[in-house]
């Protein structure tokens, strides 16, 4: 049990469709990441929040946009659903972007069916 | 739920060997590693990490090496369990990569009793 708390777990949607992914993050915890992994593939950066802030951004279209909250909870919007998209969607919680020691923790992803 | 890695190199272990899983990693400014176990249908979890100033880390039933001349890093597994059976994920981060987590394409691990 990580803290890490993600919502829908399932969803499906049709291409064109906007989706609206959502994240809670472990207590203490002021850093949030997006990530994508498509089947039989590691994680792929998406994009970074740290203090309500985007701070980084992988290799993702604008339609891939995001929100942090004052208490560090995020979302992740995807506008313009291609079946591509298609894919689990981790969100990671950290403190303080999570680098050089700062233990990152996965929630259980929402799974993303694009049809 | 859905399982990831399907395509992914995997080892198979007999139920109480040792195994061992490599990485290599891509960007000599990364200054922290993390490993993690990948279940089916779960998310990535934490099993342990290493800073690039050390060689080695041992936790409890795993290893860490660290090798920063090859940029290679390794998990050791002793006395394998079934409930070892999960794809395995090496990740890079650091300041100057980014502040994100680089994965590599992970290691299916098959535990046979």
């Known amino acids: 049990e990580t803290g890490v708390t993600q919502s829908p777990t399932h969803l499906i949607k049709t291409r064109g469709q906007q989706v609206t992914l959502r994240c809670s993050s472990q207590?203490?915890?002021?850093?949030v990441s997006w990530y994508q992994q498509a089947l039989g593939q590691g994680p792929q950066f998406i994009f970074q929040?740290?203090?309500?802030?985007?701070?980084g951004r992988g290799n993702f279209p604008p339609r891939f946009s995001g929100l942090q909250f004052p208490n560090y909870s995020s979302e992740l919007n995807v506008n313009a659903l291609e079946l591509d998209d298609s894919a689990l969607y981790l969100c990671?919680?950290?403190?303080?972007?999570?680098?050089?020691?700062?233990?990152?923790?996965f929630g259980e992803g929402s799974w993303l069916t694009v049809v | 739920g859905e399982s990831v890695g399907l395509h992914l190199p995997t080892l198979s272990v007999q139920e109480g060997d040792n195994s061992i899983i490599n990485c290599a990693y891509s960007?000599?400014?990364?200054?922290?590693f993390i490993w993690y176990k990948q279940e089916s249908g779960k998310g990535p979890q934490f099993i342990i990490d290493i800073r690039s100033n050390m060689d080695k880390r041992q936790g409890q039933r795993v290893t860490v090496l660290l090798n920063k001349t090859v940029k290679h890093l390794s998990l050791q597994i002793a006395a394998t369990q079934p409930g070892d059976s999960a794809v395995y994920f090496c990740?890079?981060?650091?300041?100057?990569?980014?502040?994100?987590?680089?994965f590599g394409g992970g290691t299916r691990v098959l535990v046979k009793p």
């Open positions: 960007n000599s400014a990364s200054d922290y």
């Open positions: 207590s203490g915890h002021n850093t």
């Open positions: 929040y740290y203090r309500e802030e985007e701070n």
């Open positions: 990671a919680s950290s403190f303080d972007m999570g680098s050089s020691g700062n233990t990152i923790y």
């Open positions: 990740a890079e981060n650091g300041v100057a990569a980014g502040n994100k987590l680089t």
